[in-house]
T-cell receptor
Framework: DTEVTQTPKHLVMGMTNKKSLKCEQHMGHRAMYWYKQKAKKPPELMFV???????INESVPSRFSPECPNSSLLNLHLHALQPEDSALYLC??????????????????FGPGTRLTVL | EDQVTQSPEALRLQEGESSSLNCSYTVSGLRGLFWYRQDPGKGPEFLFT???AGEEKEKERLKATLTKKESFLHITAPKPEDSATYLC????????????FGKGTSLLVTP
């Protein structure tokens, strides 16, 4: 089973709202990722958690706040977003056997995404 | 800096008309090359991981190959349900966890 689930599927929010995106996997993966994808563009990495610790923050604005409560769950808390933040937000996971080794790689499996619209 | 270029940007095939998609890459220390399929509004669906030149993998009508400079995704006798955007991504010794994606090839298969 290579399933990553995300909720909600769609989210519409105003610029003053606070909302959260949720991601879950039960594959025993120890690395989890948030990506942002704009229309007709490839996914862009936002955050990486390795063994529940934030490993990478790709210079993402502080209005996006990630959280990894345990090895199966990943949240993305949203606050004071701008209309240009409207996009498809993707969660992914991988085994992380190599702990980001220079000589080893793990396949990343993506969830179905949350379509976010900021009004 | 790692670079990934996919061609063509868009491809229209008739059902049964075989073809290939190209992914050219320039990286320092390739750790893996990945192919994904993405339907509109959905997350990328994993297809293949290739680790070293000469490697080939097959799944139904799809076959992925890898050389030191490029990868091909061969589609044999495509069906309309193969219509999607196909994304190529690489991971290198410089990139850590990050996947460096190409811009994708949008494939349309008509009956």
């Amino acid at each position: 089973d290579t399933e990553v689930t995300q909720t909600p599927k769609h989210l519409v929010m105003g610029m003053t709202n606070k909302k959260s995106l949720k991601c879950e996997q039960h594959m025993g993966h120890r690395a989890m990722y948030w990506y942002k994808q704009k229309a007709k563009k490839p996914p862009e990495l936002m955050f990486v958690y390795s063994y529940e610790k934030l490993s990478i923050n790709e210079s993402v604005p502080s209005r996006f706040s990630p959280e990894c409560p345990n090895s199966s769950l990943l949240n993305l808390h949203l606050h004071a977003l701008q209309p240009e933040d409207s996009a498809l937000y993707l969660c992914a996971s991988s085994q992380d056997r190599g702990r980001s080794s220079a000589s080893f790689t793990d396949t990343q499996y993506f969830g179905p995404g949350t379509r976010l619209t900021v009004l | 800096e790692d670079q990934v270029t996919q061609s063509p940007e868009a491809l229209r095939l008739q059902e049964g008309e075989s073809s290939s998609l190209n992914c050219s890459y320039t990286v320092s220390g390739l750790r893996g090359l990945f192919w994904y399929r993405q339907d509109p509004g959905k997350g990328p669906e994993f297809l293949f991981t290739l680790y070293s030149a000469g490697e080939e993998k097959e799944k139904e009508r799809l076959k992925a190959t890898l050389t030191k400079k490029e990868s091909f995704l061969h589609i044999t006798a495509p069906k309309p349900e193969d219509s999607a955007t196909y994304l190529c991504a690489v991971q290198s010794s410089n990139s850590g966890y990050a996947l460096n994606f190409g811009k994708g090839t949008s494939l349309l298969v008509t009956p």
